[in-house]
């Protein structure tokens, strides 16, 4: 709201067309509007093919922009929403991209090397050139599209501003890109903001692992044992809320600073094997693999609740779960299940199928949170479409320049009844930096 | 300890000669037992006229290693010592520097620019072109070593392989000399280090800070109002320490990142001006200056705490106090002083004449910090000593590389019953970093 | 189930005829089936109209007991339901009540009277002869039973050895009926155990605020200003909830005793006037009427969030707002209710229409509290069900014995891991306690 | 300082002689003036052969009271002291006595004992006829007195208007008396104050314990794992204050309803046995005797910290120790020993040599829980000394009526800027309490 009292009169994003590949939920409507309000055009998809809460996608295609999401989508519609979202027409694609995950400027870079290809060679894509399905239906869509348009993704990427991606996946995937010399287009990493990484991983989660965990089962938290897998942002967030809410915490981690930060809160650092027959919440944050395996599953107290809100659903193994003979599973309510192993009789409460808990049992984070997100994603568009003609951005990776962080910040202010105090010109001399800030240097942790 | 285990044995220091110039406490004492254990020798200096612990100076030179340090030091006295420390008799000065605050580092700087001066013009260094009472003493001692030797920092450069710097002032001149093309060696910056600047800032305060207000007042903080001035590591592990404690925590910031942390941990954000009358107690972290003035102090409650953990003593305006006409200064006890103004008969308690109060009413940070602080400086001299001769590091300012770091804190984990979780090849390869570390990107936050 | 285990196997309640009237929760399912595995015989009611949880009411309908109570009953039918669930048939009423709140044991002390009345004048009670209309109900219905049966509560009375309560406003209409002489039976305070009141109410509350509030409102806690009425038992665990949720919280209080404890924690304590305009989340916890007036409600911010986990619906003053001239009430979900003040176009979000907000847009305490609550009702019908014949209770009120108490918690003990220390006899000697327990004496504060 | 405010002008103890026995400390000395300030003569004796600071002694000697008190007293010299403090000269004893640990009460009630005999067989009291050092000395101050005053106790008890006790020891042997039907005078038992009992052990503990840990050790709380042998009021404040610090927090017990007290605040309840071995620090709380034994020491970590703040030095088994074959202590500074074993070469550091920790190496409780508790002693002696004539006191054991324990409290909140909410008369009739107080019933818990 801030971010449009200030920047609204003026139209910035006048004449610019915005895609956005985002979960299409009510905070993102409010993104949505946000852009338009600020005189942009956008089409937007959804980043998920759960997350779209049909309410936010009808209100927005109402009001606001062209919308192709819903949720349940199958990931052949869901690719199929991408490439809709994308195509703005005969005159190219989007002047600017607003990501989650990387998808929107996947479909692009592999559009642009299959046109190359084909271009070079007058091969198709071959689909079955992979076993991935998911991949196997992109090749398919980019198939299609050359047979109507053999440079489609080509005159899209030469349009493009930039994108600005906010989170850790697509975020890698764009330095990996950097690294190899393929990146087609400038991009900012939203991601590393201060006010994104932060608040989204540690107040975010703070927030709403309890939230889910309530919502889900109605379990009493105080006087628990509950282990957090990783003690990273996510994990310092879901750690602070368990032990605030009277649990004891355990913590995993494979980084010796981490485990060292978790030991001088108080937290007892151990390997899962060590302990999991003694918790009664196991609550998985790492981003990687293979955390909890079927075998750590077996040996847990029965009702147990396991749950993953770090990323994918692979942090717990629910293939090994679903596939371990015999083994029954009992919906409790929809998106939580009993899973009773035929040997012990016992069984665990597994959360949201292994996936995101704050999203499948709650309603993901909170407004205020995706508020500074998002306008992490707004300053961030406004920074690409000014200078769009100035040569200051290459197609490379940036971070949001520190300033326009703490610009973030600071709209966020006055919500809170925050008064800053000011510095001097003295003052600021002494410590050498602006009046008006940045006040730190790029390094600096927070 | 650990690294005396795994590095004794090895002797990886034969032959290296070690200047420090670093508070010569007890904990100051182990780090040169442990120098000396890995086969260096060691000539030791303080960083501050106060901080020496006679009783670990003494001890120190007894067993260990030449000592120039005392208790209260003229500052004349002081670079005197600085100067014997580094001076290593005839063939040249020493082969690295351990150094807090860089005076080692400004004395070779400034000696090596008066002797170039006088190889060009024969002239002496001034001493009287300065108001600066503290610089004259330099260019005297300068002066007088120029006389005896005219190239003796000169060759003290020559031979020097490195420095490394813990304090944030030390390792800001560096980048300014980088800056400037005018750092004459490398120079590993210690302060950065997460294990350094979270550790010694952040949890380090967060003892000492209660530790030296309980010492010099026996205040209960519960049911007080703290003013915290500054929300860095420093500030927040003041706060948490006073909120932990039982007092309200009120904070003051001119950062709106730093701010809206402060908010999201339930802690006031207002300037000065606005609560001046209703705190109790005062702590200034900002490392700016004049964050509390003289009129500040009049409208304060009477026997209001006036203490800074921040930096220098212009942090709070000691100059504006002890000019005020008629005031007048009770000591209660050493380090703990009433000043009482002549109009209101109020009066105020001020710890530690301004300076650092937890060095000046308690001991300073435990030895645990200061092991984590002691353990990156060792960790550097090792790795500057390894690299003498390959050229890595070139006539600049490094951070400690990220898989030192981490190991500065593998080696406190064991003390800690720490057991850490160990990553498979696969898990590895899936998040992209090696089995052994380092687990993160330079950029994170921790 | 601890209890199931240890004093099932006996069949202590052999013989007895239980009535309950009791919120017909999940919860409560299990204490009747608890009820029923010990031996006893039950019909049920609820004590409330909208509290009933139907799926939980028929379960148990199936498999337990006589249950009258539904979701949503009007006055009448509540009273019909509670007249149904004390009905025994010929043999004349229950052995034992199970009673919140007082409403069965208030039934029958007004039938009991009305008998007499009846018997000595040959007069009906007149359903006339009150304003209130609730009353007027309760007098019809006895005047309905007079008519066939004029012995019908005389008869119940008789036959009764006790009942067991457990809420705050039961309780002191008990005490009320002891200080009056028109005690009719034995009753157990069960609400004063230290393993009901403390964890009903602070642990239970410290759970069941922010569960209420996040699932009716999603607003993010951390960042805000709670007001939090009332620092008793009930305000202690809001103002704890808040304050570790990253909440900013400010403590009204009239006990100069709970203000300085409030104060003791870092909280500000100051009256609600002082402040109404700068708090986001106000919660009254008071047990008291006329907390939060229409007048307070016009000044508040817009998007305040007000609620009340106290008792009853009049510490909000909702027929304030409902007839403040042109207000404007939008239900944005049930039992969240955004009410706009015509003048200033600024709303305010009501929770729960001012009931306790925890029953109405959560699920109530958790099952682990309510476990401490019931197996207190379990343990003091067993008492005095086993003292039925030896006189050890009079028509007074008793709280239940400090050593059943401590059974109470003795019986959760195991759930959690916990494993107590065994004092030797030597020790206990030493601190004059049975080896035992029970451990403290009567007036212990825990 | 409220107190004398609000009773100075009245003069209300004028014409009171006082008795104190209580440590000679300089918050102490305030009590003193307070009560010369309101009107008594007082003279005073420790209560403790060490507590007393010579220069607190000093001060009050000369400025209010006479004086019978130094640090390192014999316990002959402590109990001359205690019958000097008693003598007022040929018109018998005080008139109120101001009690802590009830050696002067026991002086009289013993003196009383023996002239009775004496008058009866014309014997003395035989100090040979005890094992007791202590009680030996005890008789032999009575003998003496005996033979110049047959009467002195005698007259003592007749003038005597009543005492009030501050301890749970002095007021266990108040109860004894009461049921024995020994009592000589009314008593008020200040120990069992709200304003007494929780803030004293409660609050007080929080701050004295990190307190004298920091002071005793410089050891950093933080990362390590700390014991809490009980979890009263004492052991709630530690465990608090530990938890805060950052360290791990286990605690033993065998009260089943504070360990589920524990369990509900996310600590960890195990038998010292299971843990022993991993423990950093350890702090008894009980009041018990025999809970940290030599044995369990030898399993101790090497440099274990072992320390007392509950009650007496034999909560640990510091005659084990000190006896334990071929142990070896090395002081490393006054009230901080080390302790190795000859087998293991492995130590641990006894503070204060298993005395009250907070006492020895800190300086006890701070100044303002030492006000609350000694407002609680003021008021106690107003309330004996008003209603001296009124007969309202009996010859048995009184806790301090509600509405002065709420007064003792509201004296306090000015100071920390509380205000409190006035209920209206609506309201207080609504609860059933006065306007001005009391708010609570007699059994409330806090």
Same mark, same amino acid.
């Given at each position: 709201?801030?971010?449009?009292?200030?920047?609204?009169?003026?139209?910035?994003?006048?004449?610019?067309?915005?895609?956005?590949?985002?979960?299409?939920?009510?905070?993102?409507?409010?993104?949505?509007?946000?852009?338009?309000?600020?005189?942009?055009?956008?089409?937007?998809?959804?980043?998920?093919?759960? @997350?779209?809460?049909?309410?936010?996608?009808?209100?927005?295609?109402?009001?606001?922009?062209?919308?192709?999401?819903?949720?349940?989508?199958?990931?052949?519609?869901?690719?199929?929403?991408?490439?809709?979202?994308?195509?703005?027409?005969?005159?190219?694609?989007?002047?600017?991209?607003?990501?989650?995950?990387?998808?929107?400027?996947?479909?692009?870079?592999?559009? /642009?090397?299959?046109?190359?290809?084909?271009?070079?060679?007058?091969?198709?894509?071959?689909?079955?050139?992979?076993?991935?399905?998911?991949?196997?239906?992109?090749?398919?869509?980019?198939?299609?599209?050359?047979?109507?348009?053999?440079?489609?993704?080509?005159?899209?990427?030469?349009?493009?501003?930039?994108?600005?991606?906010?989170?850790?996946?697509?975020?890698?995937?764009?330095?990996?890109?950097?690294?190899?010399?393929?990146?087609?287009?400038?991009?900012?990493?939203?991601?590393?903001?201060?006010?994104?990484?932060?608040?989204?991983?540690?107040?975010?989660?703070?927030?709403?692992?309890?939230?889910?965990?309530?919502?889900?089962?109605?379990?009493?938290?105080?006087?628990?044992?509950?282990?957090?897998?990783?003690?990273?942002?996510?994990?310092?967030?879901?750690?602070?809320?368990?032990?605030?809410?009277?649990?004891?915490?355990?913590?995993?981690?494979?980084?010796?600073?981490?485990?060292?930060?978790?030991?001088?809160?108080?937290?007892?650092?151990?390997?899962?094997?060590?302990?999991?027959?003694?918790?009664?919440?196991?609550?998985?944050?790492?981003?990687?693999?293979?955390?909890?395996?079927?075998?750590?599953?077996?040996?847990?107290?029965?009702?147990?609740?396991?749950?993953?809100?770090?990323?994918?659903?692979?942090?717990?193994?629910?293939?090994?779960?679903?596939?371990?003979?015999?083994?029954?599973?009992?919906?409790?309510?929809?998106?939580?299940?009993?899973?009773?192993?035929?040997?012990?009789?016992?069984?665990?409460?597994?959360?949201?199928?292994?996936?995101?808990?704050?999203?499948?049992?709650?309603?993901?984070?909170?407004?205020?949170?995706?508020?500074? @997100?998002?306008?992490?994603?707004?300053?961030?568009?406004?920074?690409?479409?000014?200078?769009?003609? @100035?040569?200051?951005?290459?197609?490379?990776?940036?971070?949001?320049?520190?300033?326009?962080?703490?610009?973030?910040?600071?709209?966020?202010?006055?919500?809170?009844?925050?008064?800053?105090?000011?510095?001097?010109?003295?003052?600021?001399?002494?410590?050498? /930096?602006?009046?008006?800030?940045?006040?730190?240097?790029?390094?600096?942790?927070?």
């Amino acid at each position: 709201m801030a971010c449009r009292t200030e920047f609204g009169p003026s139209q910035p994003f006048k004449g610019a067309k915005i895609t956005g590949s985002l979960h299409m939920t009510i905070q993102t409507a409010v993104l949505i509007e946000t852009l338009t309000a600020l005189g942009a055009e956008v089409r937007w998809c959804s980043c998920n093919i759960f @997350s779209t809460q049909d309410h936010a996608a009808a209100a927005t295609a109402r009001d606001s922009a062209a919308v192709f999401a819903w949720k349940g989508e199958t990931l052949q519609e869901y690719w199929w929403c991408t490439e809709r979202a994308l195509d703005w027409g005969p005159g190219g694609g989007p002047d600017l991209i607003v990501d989650d995950g990387g998808d929107a400027t996947l479909l692009i870079h592999e559009g /642009v090397k299959a046109e190359e290809e084909y271009a070079k060679t007058g091969k198709f894509p071959d689909p079955n050139s992979t076993d991935n399905v998911e991949f196997q239906l992109v090749l398919t869509i980019i198939k299609d599209g050359l047979k109507s348009d053999p440079l489609k993704y080509t005159k899209m990427k030469e349009r493009l501003v930039g994108v600005s991606e906010e989170t850790t996946t697509g975020v890698k995937r764009l330095y990996q890109m950097q690294a190899n010399g393929t990146l087609l287009f400038p991009a900012i990493n939203v991601n590393d903001s201060v006010t994104k990484s932060k608040f989204d991983n540690l107040y975010g989660c703070r927030h709403s692992l309890p939230d889910g965990l309530m919502r889900a089962t109605d379990v009493m938290i105080a006087g628990k044992v509950a282990l957090i897998a990783g003690y990273g942002d996510v994990g310092k967030g879901c750690a602070a809320a368990m032990k605030q809410a009277g649990a004891r915490v355990i913590v995993t981690e494979i980084d010796p600073i981490c485990a060292l930060q978790a030991t001088m809160e108080g937290l007892q650092v151990l390997p899962l094997e060590d302990v999991v027959s003694e918790i009664d919440i196991f609550v998985t944050t790492t981003g990687n693999k293979d955390i909890i395996m079927v075998d750590h599953m077996r040996k847990m107290k029965n009702n147990a609740i396991v749950c993953n809100i770090g990323h994918f659903d692979n942090e717990i193994d629910m293939l090994g779960l679903e596939t371990y003979p015999g083994v029954k599973r009992i919906t409790i309510k929809p998106q939580t299940d009993r899973w009773v192993f035929p040997d012990t009789k016992s069984g665990i409460i597994v959360l949201a199928e292994g996936r995101l808990m704050n999203l499948g049992c709650a309603t993901g984070h909170p407004s205020f949170v995706m508020s500074c @997100s998002f306008t992490n994603q707004v300053i961030a568009q406004l920074e690409l479409w000014k200078e769009k003609a @100035s040569g200051k951005y290459e197609k490379k990776v940036y971070v949001l320049p520190k300033h326009l962080d703490e610009k973030v910040a600071a709209l966020h202010l006055g919500q809170l009844g925050v008064k800053l105090t000011k510095l001097s010109k003295d003052q600021a001399d002494y410590i050498s /930096v602006p009046v008006e800030g940045p006040y730190k240097p790029a390094h600096y942790r927070y």
